[in-house]
């Protein structure tokens, strides 16, 4: 008999009100961005306030300039993430609707997309203010571990981007599969929890190897080799964990072009690589690119 364990059920909206026929909720998956913005400001001010950690025993900002950079942060996360995921997965349906790209509320983020919003909003920020942007990076190397952590489990409270069918034990029976032949409820339809997956490797190991390194090691005095360890970090989970989550259905063969190629898609035996894998193949070639410039300038310094 296959075993498998029930979804818990939990309710997305956490409260909801209705006010004059508009309905004002507070969901799960906003709350998990709003304390991984607001841990990751605490964690990094934690590393500012330790001077030793830096080279000459000085931060690079203030606590002032990491306070303005949550805001700038928060606004390249959302337009990042919003376009990322209208770019890269919509299959060109805003060209059709270009309304869709700010109705945020609809659902529809994309991780890559709104770690190039930072990104680019942190090299604006560090040039205006004259910070050193590698330094800069490192400091938000160390706190996103803390927000994936978060925005993982709210994907597992939606019951949403679920894994691949499983035998194993720890399988879930998520609600609303769309190719489960039976009840939801029957062990057959169990699928990889890839989310709790995800949330281990992207959260927790991730963030406990650059606390490690950034506090045990030294690393911070190194910069950018920390936001090289995590770029790296980050991509090779997240290609890991690609094995075991649903594919994308916008890119099966059967949709998309490229299909025929890289076998894209949420077929049970695809062996080639999701949009996610071709995503992060680029991460980790720069994660290293970046440890290796890091480490060649620390040496000539």
């Not at 942060?73 to 700010?102: C, E, H, K, N």
Request: hydrophobic share 50%; with cysteine; net charge neutral.
């Amino acid at each position: 008999m296959i075993a498998a364990l029930p979804f818990p059920n939990i309710d997305p909206v956490l409260w909801s009100v209705d006010i004059g026929g508009f309905t004002l909720a507070i969901r799960w998956y906003a709350l998990a961005y709003i304390a991984g913005f607001l841990l990751a400001w605490w964690w990094g001010n934690r590393a500012i306030r330790n001077a030793q950690l830096w080279v000459n025993d000085t931060a690079p900002m203030t606590l002032k300039h990491a306070e303005d950079f949550l805001t700038w942060a928060i606004v390249g996360v959302i337009i990042g993430g919003r376009l990322g995921w209208v770019l890269f997965y919509s299959q060109g349906a805003w060209l059709d609707d270009p309304t869709m790209i700010y109705k945020v509320w609809e659902g529809g983020m994309s991780f890559h997309g709104g770690f190039l919003g930072v990104v680019v909003v942190a090299i604006l920020f560090a040039r205006k203010y004259k910070i050193p942007v590698l330094s800069l990076a490192d400091i938000l190397a160390l706190g996103v571990p803390i927000g994936l952590g978060l925005g993982r489990l709210a994907n597992f409270i939606n019951a949403e981007l679920w894994g691949k069918p499983t035998t194993a034990p720890w399988g879930v029976v998520f609600p609303n599969t769309p190719d489960c032949p039976l009840t939801w409820l029957d062990p057959v339809c169990a699928r990889h929890p890839s989310q709790l997956y995800e949330a281990i490797l992207e959260g927790i190991v991730l963030f406990a190897l650059l606390a490690y390194l950034a506090y045990r090691r030294g690393w911070l005095k190194t910069p950018g080799a920390l936001a090289g360890v995590f770029f790296m970090g980050y991509g090779a989970a997240r290609f890991f964990v690609e094995f075991f989550r649903q594919g994308d259905a916008q890119f099966t063969s059967a949709t998309n072009p490229w299909g025929h190629i890289l076998r894209l898609g949420q077929e049970v035996d695809s062996i080639g690589f999701t949009m996610g894998q071709l995503l992060s193949l680029p991460m980790i070639a720069v994660g290293l690119l970046l440890l290796i410039y890091a480490r060649r300038t620390s040496s000539t310094t």
